[in-house]
């Protein structure tokens, strides 16, 4: 069974920076497409990252781009989010997920695995 843990976020300054970390289990995350997505309050939940499997094409929201970086390490199962310059705007409930399709896509569609989710919170 698919599992997916997020880990690592928290409350944090405008301009400060944080890393979220998403482990997995159960699958073969290498061959997989991982992402980041994020949920605010009152709002649907949208993309934020993606990466395919062996690191060959990372994809970014405009909203997060040259602030955000995805990255993985397959040999420990793990997927992070390194997030910079964060802005109040970026407040949130950020979730990993897995395509084991491996499609790349953006759309939430796509994943069939999902974690439970870390709260991020971005004060002015």
């Known amino acids: 069974q698919v599992q997916l843990a997020e880990s690592g976020g928290g409350l944090v300054q405008a301009g400060d920076s944080l890393r979220l970390s998403c482990a997995g289990s159960?699958?073969?995350?290498?061959?997989?497409?991982m992402g980041w997505f994020r949920q605010a309050p009152g709002k649907e939940r949208e993309f934020v990252a993606n990466?395919?499997?062996?690191?060959?094409?990372?994809y970014y929201a405009d909203s997060v781009k040259g602030r955000f970086a995805i990255s993985g390490d397959n040999a420990k199962n793990t997927v992070y989010l390194q997030m910079n310059y964060l802005k109040p705007e970026d407040t949130a409930v950020y979730y990993c997920?897995?395509?084991?399709?491996?499609?790349?896509?953006?759309?939430?569609?796509?994943?069939?695995?999902w974690g439970q989710g870390t709260q991020v919170t971005v004060s002015s």
């Open positions: 159960g699958g073969t995350f290498g061959t997989y497409t």
């Open positions: 990466v395919m499997s062996r690191g060959i094409r990372t």
């Open positions: 997920a897995a395509d084991p399709f491996n499609r790349g896509s953006a759309s939430r569609q796509r994943y069939a695995y």
